[in-house]
């Protein structure tokens, strides 16, 4: 492993630990550093320029920017207590960063530079590559998106071909759910066999990181480095939504282009949310370059505006006829259920439990267990409403709400009554879709698994 010069300089520290806390003190000047033990993410052994000692690299707050950010930062340890080293340390760079074991391996760095409000670019500069250094990582490729089809295109002209040749694959995604959701659409969606299946480290980079929230990736700053050296591979688990013929991206630009792998009609693959009504069009409405500055507050304050329209009208009654498919019985026969209201305001199903950190859409859905649950609930007072949604935020608590159904389902279908288009647009991970007047779009469970996220264990 290369040598790297920690931001303490060369000095070395005697450390002991005290309560939940590191103490490092320099014998000869007595300085000392205090570091939490939770935010060390790992002790590597300094066995390449020294004949002994250890860095201990931590996490550390940065307030310096406008929005506080976490640094990675390196001390220089003579002979840390067994305790301590106890399940921190690193004697080897992980198989799946190391291509010295593995000539066959692609390891690639993909920085998404408009998730969120912009700062994967910084992660990369002051943490990954900080990390890399100090843990001897050396080839690797990295790729920054130009435009919102960047990541489809690197799935189909690098990532697809060489799990179709056999290729093992990890790739970092400095990115929001918007990142991932075009890995899972592009690898379901190609035509060509999935050989050996990537393995995806995420570093959430976006606005609402409801797959890293629902996952664990957001209880810790350090929990997706944690998650990089020490993760093991776990199946993604994915949805499939299909539509009428005439449906489309909002976008003038969609991030899975029309071009590549084109389908007579709309198929679109996600992992974490399907939704019509409220949620759709707030995200739909949200999608705006002044709305982004806001960041994950830009939800609520669309949903504001459709709750409570500026205009003074009334709030939307979204029109249209639901169908269920839940589990089959021991029979082994599913079953149909058509829901008897017709007006709705609130559709959702999804695969995880959070839409944003705190936000539990779903509280009864555990991290990749692969199932779909569904949430609906009726028009009411947009102030009703609010409280309701508000409860989520209180550990899921909404879904006892007498007014929401809250059910497991394999599959759903929406045929639509709505004459304004606008009534029709339907949210899968973020994109947008409208559909044709009287048209309809179903939702189903995947089996297949062809994509892997990295967790540590136990997740």
Partial sequence: MSEHTTPFGKTWFDCATTGDCVECVDANTKSQIIVPIEDILCIIPNNRRHAYGYTMLFIRKDD????PTFN???????????TLLSGRLISDIPSHLDHSRNRNLRLHVVISTASGTGTANLYFNHTLQQLFDWIGVEQYEVHETKSPQTITELCHSLFIPQAEAGAPQTIILLSGDGGICDIIDSFYGTKKSICTMPSIVLIPEGTGNALASSIGLLAHPKAPLTALLRGKPYPLPVFVSTFSDGA???QDDPAQSPSIDEHPSLTIYGGIVASWGVHASLVADSDTVEYR???ADRFKMAAEKLLFPPDGSETHEYSGTITLIRKADQ???????TLEHKKHMYVLATLVSNLEKGFMISPESAAL???LRMLRFGPMEPQ???ALLSAAYRNGQHVQYDEVMYSEIEEFKIDFHEAEKRWR??????RVVVVEDKGWMRVRKERRRLVNILLPEPM
Avoid at 72 to 82: A, D, H, I, K, M
Avoid at 425 to 430: A, E, F, K, L
């Fill in 64 to 67: 310096c920017f406008p929005n």
């Fill in 72 to 82: 990675l930062e390196g001390v220089l340890l003579r002979s840390p207590p067994s």
């Fill in 248 to 250: 489309k991206y909002v």
């Fill in 293 to 295: 500055k806001f960041g």
């Fill in 331 to 337: 029979h082994n026969i599913d079953h149909e259920e």
């Fill in 369 to 371: 267990d692969g199932s």
């Fill in 384 to 386: 009703q409403a609010m």
């Fill in 425 to 430: 647009r339907v949210c899968i991970d973020g």
